[in-house]
């Protein structure tokens, strides 16, 4: 795919090492290194695909079963380690001058990863703000 572009041929670079990823992102727990890494592979279709694929178009571009599933960006074991991820309303948020800081909602802590997603989901008639991508 990259040899197929106009100026391939144009440029040439001198072949540098690989840069190893948690030397570049220190503080990085190594559930997030591999995240990373999977996103920054040079082949298209070897990289961890942030939407849903379906196992014909995986099969179909070569991909393993194992690994990455679909949506594999989201089912990364990243986003079930801990510390997880907290909701928008338990985060720091600046305040404006003149006004007190807001205070945080408390959420009940029943959370569990046993149980299903749907259960442990917010009502989205508490959110005030929808997200801006939905």
């Known amino acids: 795919e990259i040899v197929e572009l106009p100026d391939y041929n144009k440029i040439s670079f001198t072949e540098q090492p690989a840069m190893r990823l948690d030397a570049l992102v220190p503080d990085a727990p190594p559930q997030a290194v591999r995240l990373l890494r ?3 592979l040079y082949p298209s279709q070897q990289r ?4 849903q694929v379906g196992a014909s178009a995986r099969s179909a571009a070569g991909l393993p079963a194992d690994g990455c599933r679909p949506p594999a960006a989201l089912l990364h074991p990243y986003f079930f380690s801990a510390p997880l991820p907290a909701h928008h309303s338990e985060l720091p ?3 404006r001058a003149g006004r007190p800081p807001r205070q945080p909602r408390r959420l009940p802590a029943d959370f569990s990863l046993d149980l299903p997603l749907e259960s442990s989901l917010v009502d989205a008639a508490l959110l005030r ?4 991508c939905l």
């Open 93 to 95: 948020a600046a305040h």
């Open 48 to 51: 961890c695909p942030a939407r």
């Open 129 to 132: 703000t929808p997200a801006a």
């Open 38 to 40: 999977s996103f920054l």
